[in-house]
């Protein structure tokens, strides 16, 4: 094993009546995803605005990922068809400057997909993970 | 194309369906056509693939008995598909056995225009090693 | 058409109609063009111009002078006319207070490329049809007019006017434009070419804030990177990361309501293709949602504002091969 | 004097590199002139001018002082300062190399701005006579000989060679380490009577400064016609930034997540945020922020610095100002001439 | 600065298990602001509730963090017990390091590691929180049900036996759904109208409920406790205030052919109507597809037969717009439609039938009084096939993949009324299971089988042919692992159950969730099962899923519970968690108005004094904090950030940010 492992840093904003609650299911039946994955709780994945995203690059996130309720079932019933639309924007521009567009993902997770959460968990850290540090997003002054 | 020795597993690979989902109604034995003429029928197929029991299944002649006219695949309510279960036993036979019935080269000439694309791609499958 | 227009700000002005006109106004050279606001017919007839130069885009000036008491008079090129409704459907003019005056615009000539060619010391400028005679302190040249139009008329996408009073000339066509030749191309590069070719112009950024105080969609009351208590606040690019981010928000803040009037790249001064930017989500809204020109109608929802059950998933971009 | 020939300039260019870092005006694909760092391959651009001017070299868009770490109860500082590897600019214009002597007089007064000293002394100006000025040069309104410019080296580009002159000290020094072959002023003498005779015919050769000055003040600054002339201005800092003798700077904080970071950024007075205060801003509309701009280079600086004048006449502003606003136009208009 | 205390909980082992929290409590100590940390075995307990509400006093917090399982669990709690000693509920956040920690690492040092950069991160995100309190709003006193079935009728009931008003808008002319349609109930076999039409009674004449029949809901604004509903009253062409139901225009009109909804169209009724005797209200409804009057203009007899002058030919659909403070939902169900499923024939042969078809066949009101006949030629059928699943646990595209849930009891039923009405009948039941939980229901099968002989064969029936006047059924019997063939008399077709299709429309009126098959989704599936995520929204019947008549009327009377608790409050508390727009950097540009769903954003044309000293008239955004839900897409349209939430604001969320990042 080596050990300086690349360890990602994965900012998971979810939302507050689907994702975080299935990431709750996904720790109640004792899903194992990495420690890597650190959730922000939000009302509403149309809560997450694209200065976050691109704010925890700055700050050293490797990848960063939004869930919300599937389309059709958001607690605000059109929060997430607007948090769709700007997300697929900003990750096709992110896309155009050359930035990995591997490293932002859009999933939708309902409460009842404990078992989607970790499963999706372990399938974004493994592909940032092989994807490497944020070299092209990152702030050097926010390195230790 | 690689076989492992599973058979089971080939099976089920080359038959491209889940036998898992099959809820035992029996609706694809009550809707074919020959199916009395079977001494396995088309819901046996298919729960027997998924206990791995595929000698007995390769042994009989029910495979033969398979018209292939898919109205088990048809109806069938959860998408099991049993005749591709068939079929890829049916295969598996033919290629356990390691003799062709048909040479691979003489096939061009036994195209038809009208033979349905399935049956094409089926022959393809079953004479090519 | 110049002198149409004189005569048309000046019989307004005189009945009372319009308390101001905003047009342009001549410079020191033949070229320096500047938005002005002329209240009487003295001015309008020692600086008013309309010609290759007039570039600008006068429908930003309307949120400051249309809250001013009395009606205003604009002329809007064809371009400008989109910026305008745009302001109208966000409520950022009064449309009872201006007087909108289109006029035809057959493309505007880019000063920049010109001494490209003739190098500096222009004295004199003079447009003949399809030909551009320049004298320099050093020699005459004739350029082809069509070479020395700007970016954004090269490539224009509508002469026709979209919000007017009152026509000077046609109301012209919407363009079949080639507009976004330069976006796909951009597109068909590896990732690391993008990388490279947005770095080294991002790279240029001096942060003057031209493109963001030019932009008649920024218009904001007070800019997030100019507020000390909004997180963001950005006055240098400090590092690559601020450079991107300014024009990665500013181009997201724009989104679906960017004409794409050009203005942005016209008035850079070092040179960055800011519009190609805003094109690649315009180009995206339109490919993924379904045409959407800013500014065409007044009351129509923006494609951000808005949505469909049936859009695309974010993974058409993330999964995308 | 001495002359080095164009086919020796790279060889010249690597002698100077081995000591110095050198910058050179390069063309970039944009079209546009920038001071870049001079490696094999890279050639002297043309240009009469940079876009961004050469005081860039000395005074930073953004340079950071200090940081802080907090680590417990405590504060731990560190001076940012980095080492300035002694350096040397090529192809100077007259205006820019003008405009240090105008920042040392802000930057080099009591108290001394150590940051901008440093790079003062560490570098080595070798400035390029104009040939061929543009329709928006004026610095012969200020005083400024382009044909024969200031620096610690001056140098004129000939048809086959450059000649190079020691001006001060450091030039002189360099010029003697690099040990060039002498030769006479023909030529160089010849061309600066050409370019004279261009001079004399610049559109805006003959503005002068004689309405401006620290004695103007209270006329220049209640002049009604501060309004129209800001009416149009976006509040951009354009100006600002391609400006040689604009020395504003804001200091700022950063946060890095662990520690904070203070650097100081090129501030413009055209933004509406520029001096705020705990109070608020003092100048509140664009007409008091424009007008500050021009009553700084054309009034308060002079007043405080026995006449000379904030603005070397490089005609960036001309250039780069999106509506075409600049000070040529500010002193035509207050003058009464427009 | 704030003063902030960490409460780390072990929560036994649970969490204690792979985060080291005595590490976590001591790590915290040396956060930015932080003036105690400790941790405890349960925190949730009463004696971990006093370790925080001490430490509050003590050492006068300003915020806490509780580092536990989720905020979905016990954030309440905790905020309650803030509140009981005078720190602002919304100074809580909770680290969730059980759910998000703690059970999903095996290794203690990982475990702890990321339990320290959670508590950080809430540490990090109370640093910026603010009191936050919540406004109150008046609760209308008033409920709506919406769909006047057994649902609805016994919601109803409760809301106005507990002396609250009711109304009840149900789009047919008359109460009852399909309860109104069925013969007789399993597993007791009472008559279905003799137990649904007092109830029915009881509503029209209960001095608290307003029936709102042949009526639809059209739009909805408004918020929990301050609904405002319009309701469309669809023409009838009968002024209901004298329609005294005599029924006399019923017999008189002349447009005789007109299929009976209320038979399935095996029967026929006139274009003017009644749909049943037992109707409420019982009021006549003239047929606009029919009536000849209506139509041409020439015609005019029930106006002329009718003594109370109650035909009205000018009638026009009227709006009327309520205010409620809580909604019932109970649209209920219909029968799948069946045209899909070739193999059964059922759009070939009439003798092929639904069962709820067989319901109205043997129910002495319907289309034979009573008597079992063949609809295709009135003979009595000797063999009875009966097939269930039919568009059931089916995951094509014509199916549902969910069990309906009904059809294994009223198929037991119907064979069970057969045999015994016609013991000449042999009948067969396909089934793949037979499910039967529920009191006295595995009982009635057997009864059904083992007393009246019922044939119940495993195996699903493949084809159904229709031969002469024989209907040939082509099944498999798995037991005996053979193929059947049975020449039937009748078949009937146990359709799946599919919710009303006037769902759709009205939950996205609502603003209530629905799931893929567009049965209305519950706010928790096990502890709130009658109630819509949407707060002042209820759920009754078959809307929220396939469901048998007690447990419908179980959960009528439960939705009804919540309906009174809800209005028995004078106000209700608002989300404290909502919008706020920053009137100084507002542009007026509309675009959150866009993007709000609950139309809580409003604009005012304001006075602001500008720099130069003069004043400007402009455009600003207002939030109405009651109807504001807190979702934040407003937040993220504004390009000048003016637009911000509560509770979760740029900055908190920027904080969370740069703390999970550090």
């Known amino acids: 094993m080596q050990v300086n492992e690349f360890k990602p840093k994965i900012v998971a904003f979810c939302c507050n009546w689907c994702s975080y609650a299935g990431a709750d299911l996904a720790g109640t039946n004792r899903l194992n995803y990495p420690a890597d994955v650190k959730i922000i709780r939000v009302p509403c994945s149309c809560r997450v605005n694209p200065l976050f995203v691109l704010r925890a690059f700055q700050r050293g996130a490797d990848g960063v990922i939004i869930c919300g309720c599937h389309p059709g079932d958001c607690h605000y019933t059109t929060g997430n068809y607007y948090a769709r639309r700007r997300m697929t924007l900003l990750f096709s521009m992110l896309d155009y400057l050359g930035i990995e567009k591997e490293r932002t993902r859009v999933e939708w997770v309902s409460a009842a997909e404990g078992a989607k959460f970790a499963a999706t968990m372990n399938d974004f850290v493994a592909t940032v993970t092989k994807l490497g540090e944020n070299k092209r997003l990152e702030d050097l002054r926010c390195k230790k | 194309m690689s076989f492992s020795n599973n058979l089971k597993e080939n099976v089920i690979r080359s038959a491209g369906v889940d036998p898992k989902k099959c809820m035992k109604c029996g609706k694809c034995t009550a809707t074919c056509p020959n199916g009395n003429e079977m001494e396995y029928k088309p819901h046996q197929f298919v729960y027997m693939v998924e206990k791995g029991d595929i000698e007995p299944l390769m042994n009989t002649d029910s495979i033969y008995k398979c018209l292939s006219c898919f109205a088990c695949v048809e109806r069938c309510p959860r998408g099991v598909e049993p005749a591709k279960f068939i079929e890829a036993v049916r295969v598996a036979k033919i290629r356990k056995q390691g003799e062709n019935h048909l040479k691979a080269d003489m096939i061009p000439d036994l195209l038809d225009e009208d033979l349905p694309q399935q049956a094409i791609v089926t022959a393809f499958r079953k004479y090519s090693k | ?270 040179g960055i293709p800011l519009h190609l930017l805003n094109r690649k989500f315009i180009k995206d809204i339109n490919t993924l949602y379904g045409d959407y020109q800013a500014g065409e109608d007044p009351e129509a929802r923006g494609p951000l504002t808005s949505y469909t059950e049936k859009d695309p998933e974010p993974s058409v971009v993330t999964d995308k091969e | ?116 000293k440093a790079k003062r002394e560490k570098g080595i100006v070798i400035s390029l006579a104009c040939q061929k000025p543009s329709e928006t040069c004026f610095c012969t309104t200020f005083g400024i000989d382009p044909t024969e410019p200031e620096g610690d080296i001056r140098a004129w580009k000939g048809n086959d060679c450059y000649y190079l002159e020691g001006v001060t000290e450091k030039g002189n020094a360099l010029l003697s380490e690099l040990s060039l072959e002498e030769c006479d002023r023909t030529e160089v003498d010849a061309q600066i009577e050409n370019t004279k005779k261009i001079l004399d015919r610049l559109p805006l050769g003959k503005l002068d400064t004689d309405s401006f000055g620290g004695d103007k003040l209270k006329e220049l600054f209640d002049s009604e016609k501060w309004a129209s002339l800001s009416e149009s201005c976006l509040g951009c800092g354009t100006c600002t930034f391609v400006c040689p003798t604009c020395q504003c700077y804001d200091i700022k904080d950063f946060e890095t997540g662990h520690g904070v970071k203070r650097y100081r950024c090129w501030d413009s007075c055209m933004y509406s945020d520029f001096t705020k205060m705990a109070h608020g801003n003092p100048r509140l509309t664009q007409l008091e922020r424009f007008r500050q701009r021009f009553m700084h280079k054309l009034v308060y600086f002079p007043a405080n610095n026995s006449g000379e004048f904030g603005c070397v006449g490089c005609g960036r502003c001309l250039n780069k100002c999106p509506i075409s606003m600049n000070i040529v136009k500010v002193m035509k208009t207050l003058k009464g001439e427009n | 600065m704030q003063r902030i205390g960490v409460f780390v909980c072990h929560c036994g082992t649970n969490i204690a298990g792979t985060v080291d929290v005595k590490a976590v409590a001591e790590a915290m100590k040396y956060e930015n602001g932080v003036v105690f940390s400790t941790d405890y075995q349960y925190m949730c307990s009463e004696a971990g509730q006093n370790i925080i509400k001490d430490a509050i006093k003590e050492h006068k917090l300003t915020g806490i963090v509780v580092c536990s399982c989720s905020p979905r669990m016990h954030e309440a709690t905790f905020r309650k017990a803030a509140q009981s000693v005078g720190l602002n509920p919304y100074m809580v956040e909770i680290a969730n390091i059980r759910e998000q920690c703690s059970w999903i690492h095996k290794d203690m040092a990982t475990g702890t590691e990321k339990a320290i950069i959670l508590a950080r991160t809430a540490v990090a995100k109370v640093h910026l929180n603010a009191p936050l309190t919540s406004g109150e709003t008046p609760v209308v006193k008033r409920a709506l049900v919406i769909g006047g079935g057994i649902a609805g009728i016994q919601t109803a009931l409760d809301i106005a036996d507990a002396g609250f008003p009711v109304d009840i808008v149900e789009k047919l002319p008359t109460i009852g759904g399909k309860m109104s349609q069925i013969d007789k109930t399993f597993p007791t076999l009472d008559c279905a109208a003799c137990i649904l039409t007092p109830k029915m009674v009881d509503a029209a004449q209960n001095e608290n409920i307003k029936i709102y029949s042949y009526s639809e809901v059209s739009g909805v604004k408004g918020f929990v406790g301050n609904f405002e509903v319009t309701i469309k009253r669809k023409a009838r062409f009968v002024d209901e205030t004298k329609c005294t139901g005599c029924g006399l225009c019923t017999e008189k009109c002349p447009q005789k052919r007109v299929p009976n909804e209320f038979n399935l169209g095996m029967d026929q009724r006139r274009a003017i109507y009644i749909p049943f005797a037992q109707a409420v209200p019982k009021i006549a409804t003239i047929d606009a597809d029919y009536c000849t009057m209506l139509k041409t203009g020439k015609c005019g007899v029930c106006s002329k037969v009718c003594t109370a002058g109650a035909i009205d030919y000018t009638q026009k659909d009227e709006f009327i717009t309520e205010k409620y403070g809580a909604i019932v939902v109970a649209t209920g169900f219909n029968p799948i439609k069946l045209d899909k499923y070739d193999e059964y024939a059922y759009s070939q042969s ?279 839900q807190g979702c934040g897409a407003c937040t993220v349209t504004c390009p000048s950030g003016a637009m911000d939430l509560k509770g979760f604001s740029n900055k908190q969320i920027m904080a969370e940010v740069d703390a999970i990042c550090k």
């Open chain 5, 350 to 628: 009439k003798d092929v039938i639904t069962s709820l078809e067989f319901e109205r066949l043997t129910n002495a009101a319907g289309p034979t009084a009573g008597k079992l006949l063949r609809p295709s030629d009135g003979k009595h059928p000797h063999k009875i096939v009966f097939v269930q699943c039919v568009g059931s646990r089916d995951t094509r595209e014509c199916g549902k993949s969910y069990c309906s849930k009904i059809c294994c009891m009223y198929t037991a039923k119907h064979a069970m009324l057969t045999r015994e009405k016609y013991p000449d009948t042999e009948v067969y039941v396909f089934y793949i299971d037979v499910r039967t939980p529920g009191k006295n229901f595995d009982e009635f099968y057997r009864r059904a089988v083992e007393e009246y002989g019922v044939h119940y064969i495993k195996g699903m029936v493949g084809k159904v042919i229709p031969e002469g006047d024989k209907l040939i059924v082509r099944a498999s019997d798995l037991i005996s692992n053979e193929q059947l063939t049975i020449d039937a008399d009748l078949v009937v077709l146990a359709a799946a159950i599919e919710p009303d299709k006037t769902a759709r429309p009205l939950a996205t009126m609502l603003t209530a969730s629905m799931d893929t098959n567009d049965f209305f989704t519950e706010a928790h599936p096990k502890l709130r099962p009658v109630e819509s995520p949407t707060a002042g929204i209820f759920l009754s019947g078959a809307c929220q899923g396939p469901k048998d008549i007690p447990e419908t009327v179980a959960q009528a009377s439960a939705a009804a519970a919540k309906v009174i608790g809800l209005l028995v409050k004078d106000k209700m508390k608002n989300n404290a968690c909502v919008a706020h727009s920053d009137e100084n950097m507002c542009n007026g540009c509309s675009n959150c108005a866009k993007v709000c769903a609950y139309n809580a954003i409003s604009y005012v044309d304001k006075e602001f004094r500008m720099p130069d000293r003069t004043t400007r008239v402009r455009r600003v955004a207002v939030v109405n904090d009651a109807v504001c």
């Open chain 3, 1 to 270: 058409m110049q002198e149409v227009m004189k005569n048309k700000a000046k019989e307004l002005l005189a009945s009372g109609e319009v308390r101001a006109v905003i047009g342009w106004k001549k410079g020191e050279f033949c070229y320096d063009i500047t938005p002005a606001v002329f209240t009487n017919a003295e001015e309008i007839d020692n600086g008013f111009i309309y010609d290759d130069f007039c570039g600008a885009n006068l429908s930003k000036y309307l949120i400051k002078e249309a809250h001013k008491d009395g009606k205003v008079l604009v002329f809007l090129k064809p371009c400008d006319t989109y910026s305008f409704n745009q302001l109208l459907s966000e409520h950022r003019i009064n449309r009872e207070k201006v007087y909108v005056v289109g006029v035809s615009c057959d493309g505007k000539v880019d000063i920049e490329k010109i001494k490209r060619t003739v190098g500096d010391g222009i004295i004199a400028l003079s447009s003949d049809g399809d030909k551009i005679s320049v004298e320099t302190l050093y020699d005459k040249y004739e350029i082809n007019r069509a070479d020395a139009l700007a970016e954004r008329c090269v490539n224009c996408k509508s002469k026709k006017h979209v919000a007017y009073d009152e026509l000077l000339g046609d109301e012209g066509e919407v363009l079949d434009s080639k507009r976004f030749d330069e976006v796909e191309m951009i597109e068909n590069m590896t990732a690391d070419e993008r990388f490279e070719f947005w770095r080294n112009e991002l790279s240029r950024c001096i942060r003057c804030n031209a493109c963001r105080n030019v932009c008649p969609a920024c218009s904001c009351e007070k800019c997030i990177f100019d507020n000390d208590n909004s997180g963001y606040v950005n006055k240098a690019p400090v590092t690559s990361f601020e450079e991107n981010m300014f024009h990665i928000i500013r181009a997201f803040h724009v989104a679906g309501r960017c004409t794409d009037c050009g203005e942005c790249s016209r008035v850079c001064p070092q």
């Open chain 4, 1 to 116: 004097m001495v002359k080095i020939s164009f086919e020796k300039l790279n060889s010249l260019f690597e002698k100077i590199s081995e000591k110095y870092d050198l910058f050179v005006p390069t063309k970039k694909n944009d079209g546009q002139s920038y001071f870049e760092k001079w490696e094999q391959g890279k050639t002297v651009s043309d240009d009469l001018n940079t876009v961004r001017s050469a005081k860039d070299f000395f005074f930073p868009q953004h340079e950071d002082i200090v940081s802080f770490k907090l680590d417990g109860k405590n504060i731990e500082i560190t001076d940012e300062r980095r080492e300035v590897r002694p350096f040397v600019m090529f192809g100077v214009r007259a205006c820019d190399v003008r405009s240090f002597s105008i920042l040392d007089k802000v930057f080099l007064s009591e108290p001394v701005d150590t940051f901008y």
